[in-house]
């Protein structure tokens, strides 16, 4: 996996929560967690526009970005007929319609009382209501393997600020 990619695209996508200010909706999803999604559904593959009707980096669908209250790239009109894949390609707006997808659906899917990225991760691959089944095992191991890669960075770097 080639490091300078995927270096690329977690500062493209960790820039995303510098512009949100508390005036906007609420972001239950971290960087860390948007980071992982990207990796697990398309190895942060920006140039893949859409495959089988999910685009972008998160592989946002159509019924996503509706339920997600239609958000667009700025100058777009959410009605136009490019709308979707434009937002859906779009970092920052593919980002912002999962946060709100998340805010609409969000919940414990594991059972743990915990709503938390892995709940995330499985909203979004799965579905709000089929959120509870077991994820397919390349996407939950790639998805987990991210997620506790960045949990032993932050841990390192914590221990070498103190």
């Known amino acids: 996996m080639p490091g300078s990619k995927n270096l690329l695209y977690l500062c493209l996508l960790l ?18 967690c948007l980071v992982c999604m990207c990796e697990a559904l398309s190895g942060c593959n920006g140039t893949a526009v859409c495959v089988n009707g999910a685009c972008g980096l998160f592989r946002l669908t159509w019924d996503q970005w ?7 790239i700025p100058g777009d009109s959410p009605l ?22 998340m805010v609409k659906y969000g919940q414990d899917c ?30 939950e191991s790639i998805f987990k393997r991210c997620l506790k890669r960045a949990e032993k960075q932050q841990k390192q770097q914590q221990a070498t600020n103190n």
């Open 80 to 101: 136009s007929d490019s709308s979707f894949t434009n937002c859906a390609n779009d970092p920052h707006c593919a980002a912002d319609t999962l946060q709100h997808y």
């Open 66 to 72: 509706v339920d997600s209250g239609r958000l667009t």
């Open 15 to 32: 820039t995303v929560g510098v512009a949100w200010t508390k005036a906007e909706t609420q972001r239950p999803i971290t960087e860390t």
């Open 110 to 139: 594991n059972g743990d009382e915990h709503e938390d990225c892995y709940d995330y991760g499985a909203i979004h691959y799965m579905g709000p209501f089929n959120c509870q089944a077991d994820m397919p095992y390349t996407y």
